[in-house]
């Protein structure tokens, strides 16, 4: 007869999967699936929202076209990700710290940063990383999951500090596979940090399908590694992605440490502006079957339907946006000109005697 | 026949070409790394791999550096034949325990016993505004590291051939090629980054450098996007009169000194071109060289062209202004010829 097993793997496997269902509030026709976790949001807040989401999606356009005709340098397709990105910020207060990838420039603006700032980080000038001191923000990490360890070490120190703000901090399902992300949360569940951790899983990390990055069956169960509570939740409905976000701020305000969210979303173009065709690696069913759950369409129809929304007023804040987006583009075209010798003289507080002399070779040069 | 022997390729196409024709020849060399299956590579290099040897053999890794290279010195370690891609070079800080700590030293460390026949093959350089954290060459910072081959081919011929070789090396061979010369269309479109490249398999040794150009008054060493400006350089230079030697490293570890030398011997001058930050660079080791044990054959001293101690601007004409181009050296070699 054979020996009993010490332990049960499928069993154990089956259950793993059993904690992270995806929460969900708005289906994709726009009717509400689940009222009793309904978020506390007045109509002109869930109106606010919506606000938000259109002005991403146009800022998204805009930013496509202003790339293409050479105005903007690296840009990152937001649309798709509008509930992910808009209505997970919508959760968080002025005073929390927001630690961006490179993808989260629209809550990085609904946050203070100036879109003409936003434009001229997007050209490689300077003056987009001036950040005004009432911003409580850094600007967008580039290297996959660093961003993770940083935000890590401010909310240790909001924690330090006896503050009350929470950090959050945000990287997609690729960005997931790195050491780093894990050792940020493991690090910030040790201290009871306050900070709520995003993954954005879009179903890419460029051209690698999710299932292809992991076996977890879902990537909110990482955060159990680190002994912190992780959530799935449906990333195409604003009102769970807000629901979900301000459950998570609110735990970690109270000093119950960190949470881990997993949005479920997706692209609808590009992984950047810089040589990809999607095309390639992604087949037209999954497009079609993303934007079936654009998060715009369903909650347009459900706030249609609550009489909170028209096409008119959709009309006015794309118009509103439109010229919005032009005097940030012209702002940024007044950015003045960087030279080298000041690219020389912010390398260390006082220059050596090395760089002093490669000042001065710059400067005779620029002054030409 | 003719017309066959002049077929030409890209500089992707024929680092591809190279890793086909091996993997083709032996079954333990494989491709592991980010987007290099169906995408065929960031920059092109493993084109076409995936439907011929499938998802087994061009293995798409989750992001993850430390664990794609530490897999690849796992493997190597046992025998295989890895090829590992780093993305972008400037992502070594992610992962240089494995690389330096572990890939450089576990020879040395097991005395010999374990060899780690293995490539860690990455782009480098800038040029194409991608910022400060993509778009660095970091030559010297790897050569500087005991215990790694660094090669930096220019051609596609030489692209071809030194994979070839770096495949066969039983060392670690950390082969760098320059994005801008692998003849991607949304690139600059440059005449160095599409040559003739023989269709049968050939390898090119690694460590030894190649004169493009002989000449008489002054010699200029660069390697790929230096060894590019240099050979538009070289042409002006003739006009003016001005017989220049081009050299291109094609080799960092191991340095070719004997090529440098016998040049230096000849012309008297020499001029560096590095695509790398000056301080503590390749153009530093070289002048370094030259003055240990070429000191009395110089006619003038030393000069170097290369980007000053800051990171690559984004800003594209900024990019352009501190990078090496063949106006400056041009101007650096007439000046120089004529000191």
């Known amino acids: 007869m054979a020996k009993k097993q010490p ?98 420039i629209p809550q990085l603006i609904q946050h203070g940063l100036k879109v003409s700032q936003a ?74 940090a306050p900070i709520v951790f995003f993954i954005q899983n879009n179903g890419y990390a460029i051209s690698t399908p999710r299932e292809k990055q992991s076996a977890a069956k879902a990537l909110a169960q990482k955060a159990a590694a680190a002994g912190i509570p992780g959530v799935q939740v449906d990333g195409m409905d604003p009102l769970a992605v807000y629901a979900v976000t301000k459950q998570a701020r609110d735990w970690a305000a109270a000093g119950n440490g960190p949470v881990l969210i997993e949005t479920i979303t997706s692209r609808f173009g590009p992984h950047s502006t810089s040589g990809d065709d999607p095309t390639r690696y992604r087949s037209q069913e999954s497009f079609d079957y993303w934007e079936q759950r654009d998060p715009l369409v369903r909650f347009r129809k459900f ?66 | 026949m003719e017309t066959e022997k002049k077929r030409s390729l890209t500089g992707n196409k024929a680092m591809s070409e190279a890793i086909r024709s091996e993997m083709e020849r032996d079954e333990n060399v494989f491709v592991l790394g980010e987007d290099i299956g169906e995408y065929g590579g960031i920059f092109g290099s493993t084109e076409g791999l995936i439907k011929q040897f499938g998802p087994e053999r061009i293995m798409d890794t989750p992001i993850s550096e430390t664990g794609f290279i530490g897999a690849a010195i796992g493997a190597a370690s046992e025998g295989m034949r890895p090829i590992a891609e780093l993305m972008f070079v400037d992502f070594f800080g992610v992962t240089m325990d494995q690389i330096y700590n572990h890939m450089a030293k576990i020879p040395y460390m097991s005395g010999g016993n ?26 010297a910072t790897f050569a500087h590291l005991p215990g790694m081959k660094v090669v930096a081919p220019t051609t596609p011929y030489d692209l071809k051939g030194m994979m070839i070789s770096a495949i066969r090396d039983d060392n670690p061979v950390v082969f760098m090629f320059h994005k801008t010369l692998q003849g991607l269309g949304w690139m600059d479109q440059l005449d160095t980054s599409i040559g003739q490249v023989p269709e049968e398999t050939y ?95 110089l006619e003038a001293p030393i ?29 650096a070699a007439t000046e120089l010829a004529n000191e």
């Open chain 1, 7 to 104: 332990v049960d793997f499928e069993a154990l496997m089956s259950s793993l999967e059993a904690l992270y269902p995806m929460v969900q509030i708005l289906d994709k026709d726009g009717n509400i699936v689940n009222e009793d976790i309904m978020p506390d949001l007045s109509d002109d807040q869930l109106v606010e929202l919506m606000e938000r989401m259109v002005w991403s999606r146009i800022l998204h356009e805009r930013s496509m076209a202003l790339a293409r005709q050479g105005r903007l340098g690296f840009y990152a397709p937001t649309a798709g990700q509008e509930a992910s990105q808009l209505a997970s910020h919508f959760a968080f207060e002025k005073k929390d710290w927001l630690y961006p990838g490179y993808r989260d």
């Open chain 1, 119 to 192: 434009f001229l980080w997007s050209r490689g000038h300077v003056e987009g990383n001036n950040y005004p001191e009432d911003l409580n923000a850094v600007p967008p990490q580039i290297i996959i999951g660093a961003q993770y360890i940083q935000a890590m070490g401010n909310a240790v120190g909001q924690k330090l500090n006896k503050s009350d703000a929470v950090t959050f901090t945000y990287t997609g399902d690729g960005g997931s596979s790195q050491g780093d992300v894990y050792e940020g949360m493991n690090f910030a569940g040790r201290y009871k």
């Open chain 1, 303 to 368: 706030l249609t339907t609550k009489g909170l929304w028209t096409e008119e007023k959709e009309e006015e804040i794309i118009e509103k946006t439109m010229e919005e987006i032009k005097e940030a583009a012209k702002e940024a075209d007044q950015a003045p000109k960087q030279k080298i010798s000041n690219f020389l003289k912010s390398m260390f507080n006082e220059p050596g005697q090395n760089i002093q002399e490669q000042i001065a070779k710059y400067e005779a040069k620029e002054s030409k």
């Open chain 2, 114 to 139: 374990v060899k780690l026949p293995m490539v860690l093959m990455t782009a480098v350089g800038g040029g194409y505004n991608d910022a400060a954290q993509h778009s660095q060459t970091l030559y």
């Open chain 2, 203 to 297: 390898s090119v040794p690694l460590g030894k450098a190649k004169v493009i150009k002989e000449g008489t008054d002054v010699t200029i060493v660069g390697l790929q996007m230096t060894t590019h400006f240099g050979m538009h350089a070289v042409k002006e230079l003739e006009e003016n009169g001005i017989n220049a030697e081009l050299i291109d490293l094609r080799s960092i570890v191991p340095l070719d000194k004997e090529t440098i030398l016998r040049s230096v011997k000849k012309t008297g001058r020499l001029l560096i071109v590095d695509e790398d930050y000056k301080s503590f660079g390749i153009s530093a080791e070289i002048a370094a060289i030259v003055a240990e044990e070429g000191l009395y054959d």
């Open chain 2, 303 to 331: 000069k170097r062209l290369a980007i000053p101690d800051v990171p690559i601007p984004y800003s594209r004409p900024l990019e352009q202004y501190i990078l090496p181009n063949a106006e400056k050296i041009v101007q």
